[in-house]
């Protein structure tokens, strides 16, 4: 029996043809594990999908980074989470003031849940928070140079 086994190597490719026999005629068995039994096989390439940032699940990615600095209380951190356009419009300290006010006393110490709208570059947030003390109301995530950034101001 004749079998082929091709394999790719960058950019090319290399053919190996190999063959196998076996010693017994139609109807009779070799014994376990002779030559003629093997059976040689090759796994397939490992094809992981490429990660594209602009995808719900680059999103989902970055909702759960800016999350791990919310837990901590590093407003500062959170900042860097928002727009150009955003920053633009409030300074950071006035920025920390308003979430050390409105997030005071709050619990951070559970998973948050997000319920996502995608819509090429523009996506729609709403955070469910683990004290079930947020108002869920939808924010406006941007995908800008590469990054997801909250566009909600």
């Known amino acids: 029996m004749k079998r082929t086994l091709i394999v790719t190597l960058g950019a090319g490719a290399l053919l190996l043809a190999g063959c196998t026999s076996s010693a017994e005629g139609p109807g009779e068995e070799g014994p376990a594990g002779s030559p003629g039994d093997a059976v040689i096989s090759t796994p397939g390439p490992t ?38 356009r955003c920053q633009a419009g409030i300074p950071l300290d006035a920025f920390v003031a308003d979430l050390e006010g409105a997030y005071k006393d709050r619990d951070f110490s559970g998973p ?30 941007t995908f800008i140079n590469g990054s997801w950034v909250n566009d909600n101001c």
């Open 47 to 84: 094809v992981t999908p490429a990660f594209d940032p602009a995808s719900e699940a680059g999103l989902r990615k970055t909702l759960d980074e800016e999350y791990t600095h919310v837990q901590k209380g590093d407003w500062a951190r959170v900042y860097e989470f928002t727009s150009p």
């Open 112 to 141: 948050a849940e997000y319920l996502i709208t995608v819509n090429d570059t523009v996506a729609t947030v709403v955070i469910k928070s683990f004290d079930g003390k947020g108002k869920m109301f939808p924010n406006t995530w």
